[in-house]
């Protein structure tokens, strides 16, 4: 599966962003998909998950209520949508999947085996 990140940009703190991550290759609906972020300097991190049903996610302690992923299969489409947005989470953000990665590796990128080129967030103060 070929993945393909969009939807990133410059915005206020305080504002909001959708990022998308596309998807080639029929087999998608059975990959879990995963947001991971990295900031100049920082080792990359978790940002969210949702496994190929789209029933169960999860995400990190950090973005927990302010950010929602969701996937439309019928268009082989992750989504993360970003509201109130902080400087803290200006990163470079990628897009992951994989359709062995058992639950309790979900928030590990070792997990993923197919990774997009990623798309830039900068939230200004």
């Known amino acids: 599966v070929q993945l393909q990140a969009s939807g990133g940009g410059l915005v206020q703190a305080g504002g909001s962003l959708r990022l998308s991550c596309a998807a080639s290759g029929r087999t998608f609906t059975r990959y879990h998909v995963a947001w991971f972020r990295q900031a100049p300097g920082k080792e990359r991190e978790f940002v969210a998950y949702?496994?190929?049903?789209?029933?169960?996610?999860g995400y990190a302690a950090s973005v927990e209520g302010r950010f929602t992923i969701s996937r439309d299969n019928a268009k082989t489409a992750v989504y993360l949508q970003m509201n109130s947005l902080n400087s803290k989470d200006t990163a470079v953000y990628y897009c992951?999947?994989?359709?062995?990665?058992?639950?309790?590796?979900?928030?590990?990128?070792?997990?993923?085996?197919?990774w997009g080129q990623g798309t830039q967030v900068t939230v200004s103060s």
């Open positions: 949702i496994r190929w049903g789209g029933g169960s996610t």
């Open positions: 992951a999947a994989d359709a062995q990665v058992i639950l309790s590796n979900m928030r590990n990128p070792s997990g993923y085996g197919y």
